[in-house]
């Protein structure tokens, strides 16, 4: 279990490389975003002469569904990734997977049918966040989001 803020970093610089390889294996030149700016979206990967925003999260193992950020933090009301991130797309990884969602698919999906799903609270992270879980089944078959490898 990641507990301390270093083993957070720690964790996301690991995981990193696995996209690294993903956009290089894609061919898709990168740039990762450091600094204030990383709040808005982690990197942009260049395809087909466009550079696309994206944001990546990591789940330690695999699960059958994607962990929704909707608030950072429970004690001070923080919004979550999901209404923050100025990404055009999440690449989210676990295991040897990762899917591609779109952003501006996933807010709207979120804002029509956010109470036909659970929330769960993690106190692992930042703070105590609440996640939306959305099966993969329905963000494939609504067409927010797709396999990539």
């Known amino acids: 279990m990641l507990n ?5 970093f720690a964790f ?3 995981k990193q490389k696995i996209f690294n390889k993903f956009y290089q294996e894609k061919n898709w030149p990168y740039k990762r975003i450091f600094g204030p700016e990383n709040k808005k979206y982690d990197c942009v990967v260049r395809i087909e002469d466009k550079w696309v925003r994206v944001e990546e999260k990591y789940r ?9 950020e909707l608030r950072q933090d429970t004690e001070t009301n923080d919004p979550g990734w999901l209404y923050y991130t100025e990404a055009d797309w999440l690449f989210y990884g676990m295991g040897e997977r990762i899917y591609l ?3 501006s698919k996933l807010r709207e999906f979120v804002k029509l ?17 609440e996640n939306l879980v959305i099966p993969w089944s329905n963000i494939i078959r609504n067409g927010l989001g797709k396999i990539v490898k």
């Open 113 to 129: 049918y956010k109470d036909k799903f659970n929330t769960i609270i993690s106190k692992k992270g930042w703070g105590i966040t």
């Open 101 to 103: 969602v779109e952003i």
């Open 60 to 68: 330690s193992r695999n699960w059958s569904d994607l962990a929704v």
């Open 4 to 8: 301390t803020k270093e083993e957070l």
């Open 12 to 14: 996301e610089r690991e």
